[in-house]
């Protein structure tokens, strides 16, 4: 089983929908006993570091996660539920991430080009990844972010991507994976991605 961590943020439908084109086994669920069940767990989140992480705080299913990734279940963040996996962001200093990752979420510094980076861009694998495989040398996924994660150990991260600077856009490290951009919404290449994360 697939849980969908649902700690009310995000645009869980979409994700939710992706999963089910490859797998029955989905579950869109705010209930700690059913992601303690679960094989796999994805971790998804859209809007303000602060709001999503005070929110996952409030909805008492951090433990579970955290127990699911000890114990080595597959584990995959989107979008800013990949940026609360790591200590801390610009975007809400007082707030503390997951710490899952080493390193801080900053803005986007991008003289002469809109914020926040929308749309399609193209991404380079740079390690031989779980996830992104597959998925061509230089594939196009969707965006939509005005931060970007900033890994202090190079060794995490499996992708980056150009946008007025090299921005570390997916990053994964033994049963852990995460991803800024959009799978759910980046066609084929992201369709790739949700059925190598699912055959893991």
């Known amino acids: ?36 069940k679960a094989d796999k767990i994805v971790l998804p989140g ?16 951090k433990n579970s996660v955290l127990e699911a990734i000890e114990q080595g ?14 200590e801390g962001s ?23 080009l809109k914020i926040p980076h929308m749309g399609w ?9 779980k996830i992104l495989k597959n998925i061509g040398s230089e594939p196009y996924v969707y965006f939509v972010h005005s931060y970007y994660v900033n890994a202090e150990d190079e060794s995490v991260i499996s992708a980056y991507t150009e946008y007025g600077q090299k921005l570390d856009i997916a990053v994964e490290k033994d049963n852990v994976f995460a991803t ?8 084929e290449t992201g369709m790739t991605i949700l059925k190598n994360f699912i055959a893991l």
Do not use: R, W
């Open 1 to 36: 089983m697939i849980a969908i961590v649902d700690y009310g943020v995000g645009n869980l439908f979409s994700v939710e929908k992706a999963f089910l084109k490859f797998s029955p086994d989905v579950v869109l669920t705010s209930d700690a006993k059913v992601i303690e």
């Open 46 to 61: 859209v809007g303000a570091f602060g709001d999503c992480m005070k929110n996952f705080e409030q909805s008492g299913l």
């Open 73 to 86: 279940k597959p584990v995959m963040g989107i979008c800013v539920g990949e940026q609360i996996m790591f």
């Open 90 to 112: 610009e975007e809400s200093p007082e707030e503390k991430g997951l710490g899952i990752f080493k390193g801080m979420v900053k803005k986007i510094n991008a003289p002469g």
């Open 121 to 129: 861009n193209s991404i380079t694998v740079t390690k031989n990844s």
């Open 180 to 187: 800024q951009f959009h799978p759910e919404k980046s066609g």
